[in-house]
Structure formats: C-alpha cells, structure tokens
C-alpha cells in the first residue's frame, strides 16, 4: 500500500512496480474511467517502457483502447486531454514517471475527465488492486499517436511573437525528458540557446533532475555565467521549473508574481509555503490571492473551483488557465517568462522593487508515516496556550499543516503527503527574527514528538 500516495503512485522498479502490481493499477483504473479512450506516456527512465506495457495489459483487460504516445513530458501527456485524435478526445490520461525521484523508481500520475486522480481516490484503488485476483488477458489494443508534434505545433503557434528574439537562453534538461520537445520548439522560434544535458537518460548521469536543490543548478549557473542572460532548469518529467538570472534563483511564488504582471487583476492561488510578500503584493494590485494546500493535484482542484488565472509552488511548479489549460508546464512557463522580457520587463528590477524578507528554504524534519500527522494535531493544540515566552501569534492558518504569522513575519509545519517528514519554513523582516521564529517552532515540534 505503500506505493499509494497522495498526488500519485510512486515505488521502486520491480519490487514494488512489477507486472503484476501495474497490470492490477492497470485493470482497477479502466472501471474508474467512463469512457473508452486513455492516453498513456512514460519518461526516460529504461524501465518505463516495460511498465507501459504492464499497464496497457491491464486496461485492455479491463476494456479500455489505448492511446499511446511513447516518451513525452508530463505536460505533453496532460496536453493530449485537450486535443482530438482522428476524432476521438482521451477519457483519461496516465504518465508514467517517477519524477525527480532516484533511477530505480517510477510511478503513475493520474488524470480522469481532465481532472487530478488523487488523495482518497489513489487510496481505494490501492486497496482494490490489494484485493483483487490477476486480471484476465487481453488483446493488446494501442494506437500510435504524435502527442509531441501537436505539443510542439500548438507552443510554436502560441508564441511565435518571440521569434528571433536576441536573449541569450542557457537551460539544463537534467536528462530528463523536457529536451523531447525544448530543441524543436527553441530552434523553430529562432531563440538564442545552449543546453545542458538535453538528451533523455534515465540513469541521470550529470546530476540528479531537480532544480529545486542548489546543488543541481551549479553547472547551468555556471553557463549562465558564461554565456548567457537568463537561465531554466527542469526536473525529471518536465512540471516543475527553475528560473536563474545573474541576481536571482526566482522560486515560484516571486514567479507568480511576475506572470500577473502582464495580465487583467488576476486570481492567484498559492501553497502554504509561499512568501506573505507574494500575498500582500497581489492584494495591493487588485488582483485576488488565494492560500491553499501544497500539491499540484489541490491547486488544480482549488484552480477550477474558484476559475483562477494562475497557481504556483514555491518549489516551481507553475498552473497557466490565463491562455491555457491550467495545469502545470514548465515548458510552457519558460516561454511566458521569455515573453515577459521580450516585452520589456526587467525581472531583476522588479524583484528588487519588493519588500526585503528573509526567507529560509525548505527545512525537513524527519519522523514516520505513523507519527506526523499526530506530531501537527500536537502542534495545533500547544498553540492554543504557547509557552510564555512564545513570539506574540497575530494568527493561524490551518488550511495544510499549521502556518503561524507574528508581527513581522511566519513559520510553517506541515506533514508531507509523500515522505515521512514534516516541512518547515521560516519568513520574517530581518534574518535573527526568522531565526527566533524557527526555533519557537522547533522547539514545539520537538516536545510534540517526545509526548507521542
């Protein structure tokens, strides 16, 4: 049950994906799916093939044609949702992709009726596949489609004003699957580029495909350093997107605030970890800024409930229904921010135009899948009566985890959906005071866990 999670499946080749185990995923999603059609794409991982295979036998088997369009980036495979196929318009869609995780994982990301497969859903899925027998075998029924030239076509057409534009863009694919589609898209708009590591490899040989830890963007900052006057770092299946200039690793909510420039007081949604400075700048715009769940599936969920214009996580996530489809492409999002610039826009200077705040990255406390939710429930109650020497608390936001904003700034716990960690992260006006904001909370978290 293990491989079950919040956002999506994910576990370790062979161990725990096997053809047994998909070919079960396989046969229990056909019956979650009205329709007849699925959509089915794999990263560059070397056993991703093998699981698509596992995974047809089970959606055959349980009824269901496939529409197979070999390696794609996640954004390619959401994409093929929105599309017509000699006439026919996907179900479903399912990526198989273990992300930015090691080598020897993978896993499925879920899409039914254009909407996120997750949370209870993935859960009772799991507990059916527990459950049931092996299915029953199938003619093999996949139909070839070319997910990646309509992809390519639809972003070359969206954003040809930028042809021949003269930034010089440096970019790091990570070997992960984003270089599929960036070489033809880059080349047919006559963009200035160099990439690094652009040819897939499921072995990742350069370096580990995610752009949210330092140590994965040293060589693309040091070519932009070189040679170049912005730079994109992409992780594993392509969603999630890092963005460098010669001042700035700009993270995704200082990203928010940058796309909304060029659009009509836009409703924004963003996560629990997102900077108070995101919030309050959108508010003082007139635009409308919603504080919701991390996770891609919730902002998706939260961006069709409430019609937003955009959503992001600070981990670079980034959800386009301005001009799009509302999910998130880091693809897709590399073009906007190029479009900001060839616009005008000095993304250093506007940075620099807002309120200074000391920030921490993303701290992670480890405990057990048992034990952090509990140690948060824990946290909450401590909260109602804080020890006296406790930062005066102005508020509470409970909505994912707890977020506690001072007078000068805020501290966030919460339980990761998909480890067994809690996340913290710190915000305040000077760096001492975010400090002191980091270990009032430390310092609950620790008595939390030894009260358990």
């Known amino acids: 049950m293990s491989i079950y999670r919040e956002y999506d499946i994910r576990g370790i080749y062979e161990k725990e994906l096997n053809e047994e185990s998909v070919t079960r995923i396989g046969y229990a999603l056909a019956s979650k799916i009205k329709g007849e059609y699925v959509a089915v794409g794999y990263d560059a991982r070397s056993h991703s093939p093998i699981l698509f295979e596992y995974l047809v036998a089970g959606l055959n088997a349980g009824g269901k044609k496939v529409l197979g369009m070999g390696m794609v980036p996640t954004p390619v495979n959401y994409f093929t949702n929105y599309q017509e196929w000699d006439g026919i318009t996907p179900d479903a869609s399912i990526m198989i992709t273990g992300s930015h995780n090691p080598s020897e994982y993978n896993g499925f990301k879920i899409t039914v009726d254009k909407a996120p497969f997750f949370s209870e859903d993935i859960y009772a899925l799991g507990r059916e596949c527990e459950s049931m027998d092996f299915p029953p075998k199938a003619t093999r029924d996949v139909t070839e489609i070319d997910a990646v030239k309509r992809y390519v076509d639809f972003l070359v057409s969206e954003f040809k004003h930028l042809k021949g534009m003269d930034t010089k863009i440096v970019y790091d694919c990570g070997n992960g699957v984003a270089?599929?589609?960036?070489?033809?898209?880059?080349?047919?708009?006559?963009?200035?580029?160099?990439?690094?590591?652009?040819?897939?490899?499921?072995?990742?040989?350069?370096?580990?495909?995610?752009?949210?830890?330092?140590?994965?963007?040293?060589?693309?900052?040091?070519?932009?350093?070189d040679e170049g006057d912005i730079a994109f770092a992409?992780?594993?299946?392509?969603?999630?997107?890092?963005?460098?200039?010669h001042k700035n690793?700009?993270?995704?909510?200082?990203?928010?605030?940058?796309?909304?420039?060029?659009?009509?007081?836009?409703?924004?949604?963003?996560?629990?970890?997102?900077?108070?400075?995101?919030?309050?700048?959108?508010?003082?715009?007139?635009?409308?800024?919603?504080?919701?769940?991390?996770?891609?599936?919730?902002?998706?969920?939260?961006?069709?409930?409430?019609?937003?214009?955009?959503a992001c996580e600070v981990s670079g996530h980034v959800f386009f229904k301005n001009r799009y489809?509302?999910?998130?492409?880091a693809i897709y999002a590399t073009l906007r921010m190029l479009e900001l610039i060839h616009d005008g826009i000095d993304l250093d200077a506007e940075l620099a135009k807002l309120p200074v705040v000391f920030s921490t990255e993303?701290?992670?406390v480890k405990t057990s899948e048992s034990e952090k939710f509990k140690i948060i429930e824990k946290v909450e109650e401590m909260l109602q009566n804080p020890p006296v020497n406790f930062p005066k608390i102005k508020d509470i936001i409970d909505v994912d985890g707890v977020r506690i904003n001072f007078e000068n700034g805020w501290g966030l716990v919460r339980a990761s959906n998909t480890t067994p960690v809690l996340v913290t992260r710190f915000e305040s006006t000077s760096k001492e005071e975010a400090k002191v904001y980091e270990n009032a909370i430390n310092n609950l978290i620790i008595e939390a866990k030894n009260s358990l």
Do not use: W
């Not at 999630?240 to 200039?245: N, S």
């Not at 700009?250 to 009509?264: C, P, W």
């Not at 959108?282 to 891609?296: D, Q």
């Open 362 to 364: 993303e701290i992670k």
């Open 249 to 310: 690793n700009i993270k995704g909510d200082m990203m928010a605030l940058l796309y909304s420039m060029k659009m009509d007081k836009p409703t924004v949604i963003g996560e629990v970890k997102c900077s108070q400075v995101m919030y309050d700048e959108l508010e003082k715009r007139g635009c409308k800024a919603i504080m919701y769940k991390t996770g891609h599936s919730n902002l998706k969920v939260k961006m069709k409930e409430t019609d937003a214009d955009l």
């Open 179 to 225: 270089g599929v589609v960036t070489e033809d898209i880059f080349s047919r708009l006559e963009l200035k580029t160099k990439g690094l590591y652009v040819e897939p490899d499921g072995t990742f040989p350069n370096h580990h495909p995610d752009p949210s830890e330092e140590h994965n963007l040293v060589d693309v900052k040091k070519l932009l350093s």
């Open 325 to 329: 489809f509302g999910y998130d492409d």
């Open 234 to 245: 992409y992780d594993g299946d392509a969603d999630r997107i890092a963005v460098l200039t």
